[in-house]
């Protein structure tokens, strides 16, 4: 995985754009012949952390893997993304800045995860790291 080319945004974003929301599931509807093609598999899964929530999503046909935080309370933190896929961590995400009421976002793009389990996470600076729960769209 690390030979594909990983492109990065972090972003202000709504928990909205999750689709389930903290909920893990499927977002994607299931057409009346059975499953949905790998194409428009959108799967996420979220934690609630003592100051807000911090999700995983694998979406675009697995190409594509997202962590989100939306801080609900307490005071401003320093942190960066990232996320582990077969016992690597990938945490080239930018340290960023993160107030109560604010949601960020980053995503890594041009990945193949396959059918294999992805664990977000949330590195805190003098906090620790924060983990989601596994998520696989298989």
């Excluded at 890594?108 to 600076?125: I, M």
């Amino acid at each position: 995985m690390r030979s594909l080319t990983k492109a990065g945004t972090i972003a202000a974003t709504s928990l909205l754009l999750l689709g389930a929301g903290a909920l893990p599931a499927a977002a994607a509807a299931a057409p009346s012949t059975g499953e949905a093609p790998a194409s428009i598999l959108d799967t996420s899964r979220c934690t609630s952390l003592s100051n807000g929530t911090l999700c995983v999503r694998i979406k675009d046909a697995r190409s594509t893997v997202e962590v989100t935080y939306s801080k609900s309370a307490g005071g401003a933190v320093t942190a960066r993304f990232g996320f582990n896929y077969q016992g690597t961590d990938y945490n080239d995400a930018g340290a960023f800045s993160i107030n109560a009421g604010e949601t960020k976002s980053y995503a890594w793009h041009n990945l193949n995860v396959l059918c294999n389990s992805v664990v977000g996470f949330l590195s805190v600076t003098g906090q620790g790291r924060f983990q989601t729960p596994a998520v696989s769209d298989c």
